[in-house]
Structure formats: C-alpha cells, structure tokens
C-alpha cells in the first residue's frame, strides 16, 4: 500500500504571497491531520479532516486554512505569508476506528523569503 | 500552540546499551499515548501506545512506562542499534494529539 503522498516536497516563497500544499492519504483512510514543524516549537497541530469536514482545528490563524475532498485527498492554504511560517508542513492520515494512529507523509518543507 | 515538553535534548548511547527517553505531558485527562521516532528528511513514523489504563507495554525492542501520578512517559529501546539514531517524540491525546518537541537520540560505536 503506497504512504501519505505530500506535494511538493519543497517550496520557496516570498512574503505576502499564498501557497497551497497538497496531501494524498493511505488508501481508506478518511482522517486526514496537518501539522506545522519548526526547531523552536516541534510540531503543532493545525486542522483535521474526516469525510470532507474539519473535525478539529489548532490554536493558528485564520490565514491556515485546509480542505478535504470527496476522496480524502487533502490541500492545505496560506495566505499572506509571513517568515515565521517557514516550516516543515506534515500531513497524516489515519485508518478507520483509530483516528489517535497518524501515518505522517514526508512532509512540504516551506521557505518564506 | 500547544505542546508537550518543550526542550529538544540529545541521548547519547553506544551501540547495544539500553536507552530511555523521557517525557512529560501536561493534562491529567489525556487517555492515549504514542511514540513517534523521526529520522531525518522523513516524517515521523509510529513506534509503540500505551492507553492509560495501562502502565506499561513492550514492543519489539521497545517498552513504553506510563505513570500517572506524575504524568511521565516513557520509552526504552533495547540493545540500541544506529539505526534507532532519530529524534523521538511523545504525543498525548485528549480532543487531538499533542506532541513534545522530541528528544534526539545519538548512537555511537
């Protein structure tokens, strides 16, 4: 069975400019989380997706935005980028009944110039 | 954002010496933990959970102890090899999981 597939794996960018990533799941996994990683702060949570809708949603702001298609794939947006959101974005998908299991994609790493 | 244990620090351990990484997490009411290992240019990848009406679980090599009282966590690797060099992570999960900001663990010969 092919891994969490995410694109691209890397990304330069400048600010003020918006981005979108885009994460492809385990097949049959409907659950599908992104997480932001940096050094300083590990890895934060920012949204998840079951089913088309956002189940839960971290503590970032409104310029983080995600949606989740009808066949689970998943992109993730944001706008008006700013330096600090240079990060490694990591996108999981999670198998039926165990949403808590995360199988991570290798991630985008995003450079904001 | 939220996080579990916020410093990163490095384990250093020689080949075939048993290794413990610690961890402590914040909410008392988290019922669900995992390990995460992450080596580098990868995403991290999922070693072992422990549920917290347990106390303590083994794996292949790797055996999670969960203490309540004092919430701590955590992971002993068995005979390290250098392929277990990786940052390590907890995670807990009460309505999402959280993680720590790892632990690197360095194997030398």
């Known amino acids: 069975k092919a891994g969490v597939t995410q694109t691209p794996r890397y990304l330069i960018k400048t600010r003020g400019q918006q981005v979108t990533l885009s994460c492809s799941p385990i097949s049959g996994h409907r659950s599908v989380s992104w997480y932001q990683q940096t050094p300083g702060q590990g890895l934060q949570f920012l949204f998840e997706y079951f089913s088309e809708t956002q189940r839960n949603k971290g503590n970032f702001p409104g310029r983080f935005s995600g949606r989740q298609f009808s066949n689970s794939r998943s992109e993730m947006n944001v706008s008006t980028l700013e330096l600090g959101d240079s990060a490694l974005y990591l996108c999981a998908s999670s198998p039926p009944g165990a949403s808590e299991k995360l199988f991570f994609g290798s991630g985008t790493q995003l450079s904001v110039l | 954002g939220e996080s579990v244990g916020l410093h990163l620090p490095t384990l250093s351990v020689q080949e075939g010496d048993n290794s413990i990484i610690n961890c402590a997490y914040s909410n008392s009411a988290s019922d669900y933990f995992i390990w995460y290992k992450q080596e580098s240019g990868k995403g991290p990848q999922f070693i072992i959970d422990?549920?917290?009406?347990?106390d303590k679980r083994q794996g292949q090599r790797v055996t999670v102890l969960l203490n309540k009282t004092v919430k701590h966590l955590s992971l002993q690797i068995a005979a390290t090899q250098p392929g277990d060099s990786a940052v390590y992570f907890c995670?807990?999960?009460?309505?999402?999981?959280?993680f720590g900001t790892g632990t690197r663990l360095q194997v030398f010969p």
């Open positions: 995670a807990e999960k009460t309505d999402k999981l959280i």
């Open positions: 422990i549920r917290s009406n347990m």
